[in-house]
């Protein structure tokens, strides 16, 4: 079945320091790709998403590659700020299997001044 | 434009009582999930409703149920209420449910305690 694997926490990073979070699927389709983010006490919020191989999906700083032959969507920050503190998920959707979304299990992440 | 509202925000109850979650899904959003999130699991699917229809279930047991009615609210159930289930509940929509980038925009989820 559909499953993500990703990196495992915590991380803590200097502010100004570069982020990469790795992350790796299995799906029996083309699925499309997804990182979340999660501030304490909240739910989850779309951080960017790619939906076909080489799309690079991007938002606030952040960037990710949809990798087929690696299968792999890894989050990256050239420089991290306090405000970045928060648990990232990468997730997979695939457009045949219905709405389901199958996430990975979270990093939490820690910018330190 | 509002964004998905889940009520209510915390509860706490006792084993074998059963509780009722509210979500009201982004205007124009007919598809609606649900997630169990805890920390030894992870975020874990429960089920998705699109037009008062369940499209798509978890691996719950059956004391988890749900519904979706024809304004697009949805509303979950759990009955007989074990220590386990205590966790955050997330709702998410999205327009259609289906389809290649197909997004779905969470709410800030309920928590519930059972003590």
């Known amino acids: 079945g559909d499953s993500v694997t990703q990196m495992e926490g915590p991380v803590t990073l200097s502010e100004e320091a570069c982020l990469t979070i790795?992350?790796?699927?299995?799906?029996?389709?083309?699925?499309?790709l997804f990182w979340y983010v999660q501030y304490p006490g909240e739910g989850l919020q779309l951080l960017l998403k790619?939906?076909?191989?080489?799309d690079k999906g991007s938002n606030k700083g952040f960037e990710a590659t949809y990798r087929k032959e690696t299968t792999s969507f890894h989050l990256e920050k050239g420089s991290v700020q306090v405000s970045d503190s928060a648990v990232y998920f990468c997730?997979?959707?695939?457009?045949?299997?219905?709405?389901?979304?199958?996430f990975g299990t979270g990093t939490s992440l820690t910018v330190i001044p | 434009k509002a964004g998905v509202t889940q009520t209510p925000r915390y509860l706490i109850k006792t084993r074998g009582q059963q509780v009722t979650l509210s979500c009201s899904p982004i205007?124009?959003?007919?598809?609606v999930s649900w997630y169990q999130q805890t920390p030894g699991q992870g975020l874990q699917f429960l089920f998705e409703?699109?037009?008062?229809?369940?499209?798509n279930k978890g691996n719950f047991p059956g004391r988890f149920s749900g519904r979706q009615f024809s304004n697009s609210r949805s509303e979950m159930n759990v009955s007989t209420l074990e220590l386990g289930d205590s966790a955050l509940y997330l709702c998410?929509?999205?327009?259609?449910?289906?389809?290649?980038?197909?997004?779905?925009?969470f709410g800030e989820g309920s928590w519930l305690t059972v003590v």
């Open positions: 998410a929509s999205s327009k259609t449910g289906q389809g290649v980038g197909n997004t779905i925009y």
């Open positions: 790795n992350c790796t699927y299995t799906a029996t389709g083309y699925p499309s």
């Open positions: 790619a939906t076909k191989a080489d």
């Open positions: 997730a997979l959707s695939d457009p045949f299997e219905g709405n389901q979304f199958y």
């Open positions: 205007s124009g959003h007919r598809s």
């Open positions: 409703y699109f037009s008062e229809t369940q499209r």
